[in-house]
């Protein structure tokens, strides 16, 4: 019998990869292809993801394997066996956006906010001179 799928979600799941990474690591990338996840001990992740565990008929399962397939073929993850699995740093990049969708924004548009605020300011000044 085939347990029943419960849909991806990308931002739950490299959100709860990010927090236990970040707890481990901080927010530094150089371990990020050496720190390994648990496909097997996923107490940790089903906490913040109820998704993951599903009941049918009296059993529990596990999703953890079908959403680190869809994470592996994103391009957010490498699998490095059936029971352990790290970022990539597309995968991490992406978390962070997730995270901080402001600074990622800001960090998109910064040059275009500048000439934005310069244009503003000299306009300003225009009609402050002329009058």
Do not use: C, D
Not at 16 to 24: N, R
Not at 58 to 84: K, L
Request: proline content about 2%; cysteine-free; charged content about 25%.
């Amino acid at each position: 019998m085939e347990s029943k799928r419960v849909p991806y979600n990308e931002k739950k799941f490299l959100l709860a990869l990010l927090e236990e990474y970040a707890e481990e690591n901080g927010y530094e990338i150089q371990n990020l292809e050496r720190y390994r996840f648990s496909a097997i001990s996923i107490a940790p992740l089903s906490q913040k993801i109820r998704e993951l565990l599903v009941e049918q008929n009296g059993v529990t399962s596990s999703n953890i394997n079908f959403w680190v397939q869809e994470a592996v073929a994103r391009g957010h993850v490498t699998q490095h066996s059936s029971a352990n699995f790290s970022f990539k740093k597309a995968g991490y990049e992406k978390a962070l956006e997730y995270k901080n969708p402001f600074k990622t924004i800001y960090r998109a548009h910064a040059s275009k906010i500048y000439i934005a605020i310069l244009v503003a300011i000299a306009g300003s000044l225009i009609k402050l001179i002329l009058g």
